[in-house]
């Protein structure tokens, strides 16, 4: 398994072939992201299609499901039925691409479920543990911090899918730290608190989401181009025997280069294992 991959959005990808073979050209293993408008416009053959190009190139992959959206702890039964529904359909697609790992939005709103965490949690991992039914034998699935302000929030929906799950499968869910997201969306940058982020989801934490940004908002700039500190972030994450894979996330092309050229700096943690 490679250390880091590069995300692809399928959708913009599709608009734009080159996406695609700087990928397959490159050697570069693949995020891929996996959203409701690509998956109602495309067929099954065109994601084995796919599948099979990245194959032929070589190239693990990991894959984002979508959320645009999507509500899995909702209080509202319809709502967490729509998100169910389009999650499974999501794990059906992702089947084809034999991903390393799956990645999901933990999404818990602060705003709603403030004074009700536990019963958000448990509805939640209810949905989850539907839409990983549909696959048995799936990757890890990593819950993703996006507004969330208290990681408390993100590794308690982590703790309540493992519980839900049937005996020894909960080793089957982890989570996915965004670094990007902790440092605007979480106001890590005024709050100076990723130590804290680190130690609440260290028993948890599979996979990391690095991109930069300078705090106001979730930029998704190459390593190096904002403000995140994260020769921290290694630092932390050595000093706890942490190893967690990593998922590039830049959008645009200078972006892409930083992140391919921060991997190189850093050849001790992106090696091949």
Known sequence: MPRFYVNLNLRVADRDPALVSRHLDGGVAPELGLDPVLMDAKTP???????????????????????????????????REASRDR????????????????????????????RSFPDWAARAADTWAAVLSVWPGHPP????????????????????????????QAASVGACLDIGHWYSFAEGKSRDNLAAWIDAL?????????????????????PGQGEIPFEALFALLAARNL?????????????????????????DYFGEE
């Open 45 to 79: 053959a065109w994601h084995a299609d796919l599948a099979r190009r990245l194959d032929e190139a070589g190239l693990a992959r990991t894959l984002h499901l979508p959320f645009f959206d999507l509500q899995p702890g909702s209080a509202d039964a319809r709502i």
């Open 87 to 114: 999650l499974k359909a999501a794990m059906d697609t992702a089947q084809a691409y034999r991903p390393d790992r799956l990645v999901g939005h933990a999404a818990y709103n602060r705003f709603l479920y403030i």
């Open 141 to 168: 699935l990593c819950l993703e911090n996006t507004f969330e302000t208290d990681p408390a929030t993100v590794s308690g929906a982590v703790a309540a899918l493992r519980e839900r799950l049937p005996a020894g």
């Open 202 to 222: 260290a028993p948890f934490l599979l996979h990391l989401h690095l991109h930069d940004n300078d705090g106001s908002f979730d930029q998704h700039l190459g």
């Open 243 to 267: 190893h967690p894979t990593v998922t590039f996330e830049p959008h645009s092309p200078a972006a892409f280069a930083a992140a391919l050229a921060f991997t190189k700096r850093h050849q």
